[in-house]
Structures are given as C-alpha cells and as structure tokens.
C-alpha cells in the first residue's frame, strides 16, 4: 500500500512515512494509491463487533507493513480505552429517519480525540523503533490543538507546539491547551485567524531547511493516518443502521473537510452512503463552491461555531485530487489560483462532486433556534456546532436514514448553550477541575521568522 501527493510530483511513501511526513514536499496532500474494498459480505460481517474490532478491520488494509496485527490491535485498544462510553461512538436517535453520532466521549471532549489519540499511539511506537525525535507543529481553530496536546503529553521522543488564534478559542478549548503541565507541550497563542496560524504551518513544511533541521511533522487533518482513523465511525454507524442492506446518508459539520473526507473515503471502499452532506456556518465557502462553482474567499467571520471559522479547507483538496480523476497537474494549477483568492471548478469536476456531496448553510441565528428547538423536542443538548449539521440535515432528509455527526460536547462552549436555552452544560466529572488548573502560553505575532526561532530555542532546552 502506497501514499501518493494530490499535486503528483512528491515522493511515493508508505503509510509510516505518511504519517511522519504529513504535507508532501510538493506541498500536497497523501492520499492512497488505490483504496481497499470492502464487500458486501465483509462489511455486513461487522456487525455486533466492538468500535475495536471494527476500527481493526476498516483501516489495517491501509497500513501496508507499518505495524504487525497484534501491534495495531494493541494502539487502537490504548487509543479508545481513555474515552468515556463503552460505545466510544453511540448514536441517538433525533425524529424519523434521523440520528445524531455522538462523537465527544474522548478525553477532550471532540471528534478529534478520535484520531489523535491514535496517531499518539502510533507515532510514539513508530519513533520508539528508531529512536528518533521529531517536533510536531500544528495549526488548530480549538479542538486539533486540545486533543493533541492530551494525546502527546509527556512523550519523550516528540515536542509538541500548537498554534491557536488568540482570543478566538473558547474558554474550555484554551484551557485544554495550556492546562497540560508536561515541559514537552507549547501553547502558542498567535495574532490573527485560523487561516493565519495554518498559513505559517505550512510555511514551515515549505521551508525544507527548517523542516530537515528540526525534524517537523504534522497532526493536522493534512494527515493522511488521522483521516483514515475517522473512516471508522461511518462504518460503525452505517451497520448499526442496517448496511450494507440498507443504505444511510450523513450531514457532517464542515471546516476543514477532513472528517466529510473520511466519509468519502468510506464510500470509495464500498460503504452504502447515498449522500454526504456538508454543513457549514456564515463561513459558506464550501457551500458557495458547490452551488456555483467558484472557490472564493471572503475572510472569516468570527461565529458561534468557531472550530468551523476557516474559509481555506485543507482537505478539500483531496476531494478535488479525486473529481479531476487523479490529475496532480491540475490540483497544482487550482492551489496557484487560490493563492490569488480563488479558483473556479471545472463542469465535470463539479459534476463528479454532486454526485457524492450536498451542502447547505446554517446562519448564526438559525443554530441558536436549532439549540433551543432539539432541547425541547428531545432534552438532548447540542454544542453550536452539532447544531448546525442539525439544521442543515433538517433540509436532506429522505427516504433513507439521515446520521448528522455531533462533533463536540456541549460543555465545550457552554455560552453559546447558555445564550440558547439558559443552561450551563456541565464538563464531565473526570475534568471538573479545569477551571482551577494554572495556565501555560506564550503570546506569539504572526511572523514566520519568530516562529521558527522560538521553535528552535525550545527543542533545544
Ligand atoms: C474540527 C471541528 C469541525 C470541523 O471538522 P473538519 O474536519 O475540519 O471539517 C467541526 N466541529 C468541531 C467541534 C470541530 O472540532
């Protein structure tokens, strides 16, 4: 099993190296060579297995000889065992035809737990072969960055730094980043926007000087093994439904493309999903690509769903990697453009895209009435951003079963509830305390140069 870069000129890689890679030198993206099938028969044999069991069968045909069976069986087990329902991913059901997956039962409370504390597992165990160390650099809108900092934590081979738009996480998101004690975690709290703090991650992997020097990798969702990790809920969820008798739809809150993208790839190896359906906030840029075509930015408007802020989604390239049928050449010619604001997709590309992806976009004031509405039609609380995947799959429903994915637990932005229906959801026993816990963070400017030097200075301690 190979990795190849949707701009086609990047070396080849195995998944490790994938994995330890993350943006390819070409300034890509991996994807794999060919995408395992699974049958009919091997997907309704998942059955009744446990989120393990089934995580074990969905992604070991990805990893080419990276980890022996019983390796990988012993990191997902390591991967899942912090997270606090037995189901690691329950759905619940909303109204006819429609359920919520309830993806924030990992230790920081989002679906991003999903994949990080797996790449924690697998890194480390990939390092400890060689003894190599490597500094991981990423960019987060809030949740990337608190699921890393938990999943790498007091790991001896890795140093970990977080790039976060300063005053534009929410309280809890913050406090999960600078609350870690371990001396091998940064905070860093830059100027600007999501946008900003990505940019310069990316500078990074572009300078190769830098990058060689420091040994940098990357946990964003420009990493090829946290997509794959998220493969794996589609799957659970769809048989829990009924595949591969009966086929399901999804509605998937959207910023960065990287969780809709892993429903892609559940479908490319032969999961039933009949639609995959992105859902933005005012950030509508996916939304406006997909209805006429033009790829433009407009800058980020701050909302009440801010891990979804982004107007420059990293992962959409892959998807278009796949609608201009593998053409590397292409997807270069596409990401010069957005250089220059934007980009317009061609007629067939689009086409090939509507025929997996719908969208639709849901107003500040609409997830507010979303929060209040399912509170009271159903007791159950929705973070902002479950909200609006809520409210757009309102507008997809059909015959077949609708799954929208509730990416984050209430409590993480307890204003946005509160505002909404007057309650303060409460954090979970085991991280009551986060509100006493001391902080840790370094005010950082959004300059490129600075960056790197105080990133120098501190792997060097
Ligand atoms: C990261 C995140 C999203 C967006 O996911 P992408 O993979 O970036 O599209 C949505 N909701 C929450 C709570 C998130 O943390």
């Not at 999501?194 to 300078?207: P, S, T």
């Amino acid at each position: 099993m190979k990795y190849v870069s949707t701009r086609g000129t990047a070396p080849v890689l195995t998944f490790g190296e994938a994995m330890m890679t993350g943006l390819a030198r070409d300034g890509g993206l991996y994807v794999p060579q060919t995408v395992p099938q699974m049958t009919h028969a091997d997907i309704a044999a998942l059955a009744g297995l446990s989120y393990e069991d089934i995580a074990f069968r969905v992604m070991y045909p990805f990893l080419g000889d990276t980890f022996a069976e019983d390796e990988f069986r012993g990191l997902i087990a390591a991967a899942y065992e912090p997270f606090g329902h037995a189901a690691r991913a329950p759905l619940v059901q909303l109204g006819p035809n429609h359920f919520l997956l309830e993806l924030f039962h990992g230790p920081t409370l989002a679906f991003k737990d999903f994949a990080m504390q797996l790449i924690g597992h697998m890194m480390q165990a990939a390092l400890a072969k060689t003894g190599a160390r490597i500094t991981i650099v990423g960019a987060t809108s809030g949740d990337t960055g608190s699921a890393a900092m938990e999943a790498f934590r007091g790991l001896s081979n890795v140093d970990l730094f977080i790039l976060y738009p300063h005053g534009r996480v929410s309280e809890v998101q913050r406090r999960q980043m600078t609350t870690p004690v371990e001396a091998n975690v940064h905070a860093l709290a830059m100027d600007g926007d999501f946008d900003d703090c990505q940019a310069r991650v990316k500078d990074m992997f572009n300078d190769f000087a830098f990058r060689d020097g420091v040994r940098l990798a990357g946990v964003n969702s420009i990493n090829w093994a946290r997509v794959l990790a998220q493969v794996v809920y589609y799957f659970s969820s769809a048989v829990s439904l009924g595949a591969p008798h009966r086929a399901v739809s999804f509605t998937v809150p959207t910023g960065n493309f990287g969780d809709i993208f892993a429903g892609y790839i559940a479908r490319q190896m032969g999961l039933p999903i009949e639609r995959l359906v992105i859902a933005t906030n005012q950030n509508d840029i996916l939304h406006r690509a997909l209805t006429s075509g033009d790829y433009k930015t407009h800058g980020v408007k701050p909302s009440i769903s801010p891990s979804m802020d982004i107007q420059v989604s990293s992962n959409f390239e892959r998807a278009l990697f796949y609608a201009y049928d593998r053409d590397g050449a292409a997807v270069t010619q596409l990401m010069d453009e957005m250089k220059a604001g934007g980009f317009h997709i061609s007629q067939g590309a689009l086409q090939a895209l509507r025929a997996t992806f719908a969208s639709g976009r849901c107003s500040e004031a609409e997830t507010t009435a979303t929060i209040i509405r399912e509170y009271g039609r159903t007791g159950e609380i929705l973070c902002p951003h479950s909200a609006v995947g809520v409210k757009v799959a309102g507008d997809h429903l059909g015959a077949v079963p609708m799954i929208t994915l509730a990416t984050a637990h209430p409590a993480k932005f307890p204003d946005a509830v509160r505002d909404a229906i007057g309650l303060h959801p409460e954090l979970p026993p085991r991280m009551a305390d986060l509100y006493d816990r001391s902080e840790r963070l370094t005010r950082v400017p959004n300059d490129l140069a600075q960056l790197q030097s105080l990133i120098r200075e501190r792997i060097a301690q």
